[in-house]
């Protein structure tokens, strides 16, 4: 039995994952393609800051909540 469409499909839903994880982070989608390079661009799409949706304010990676607006960051 060939795994090589298994793993391609694997590969996929991979990227799209990382894409809607730099979304929900306040980046463009584009960033997800790093979290593909290695353990090195993951670690860079997780302590980048982020960016609120609502107002586009910049916050420390571990934050929660938007000081300017009050809006749930993403985790």
């Known amino acids: 039995m060939d795994s090589a469409p298994l793993t391609l499909l694997g590969v996929v839903l991979c990227i799209i994952a990382l894409v809607y994880y730099a979304k929900m ?12 390079a290695t353990c090195i661009g993951l670690a860079l ?3 980048l800051p982020k960016h609120c ?3 586009e304010a910049k916050h420390s990676y571990r934050s929660k909540g ?3 607006c009050g809006a749930p960051l993403g985790s």
Not at 25 to 36: Q, T
Request: proline share 0%; hydrophobic share 40%; with cysteine.
């Open 66 to 68: 938007c000081n300017r």
């Open 25 to 36: 982070r306040g980046r463009s989608g584009a960033w997800g393609i790093v979290g593909l």
């Open 45 to 47: 799409l997780y302590f």
């Open 53 to 55: 949706l609502n107002c």
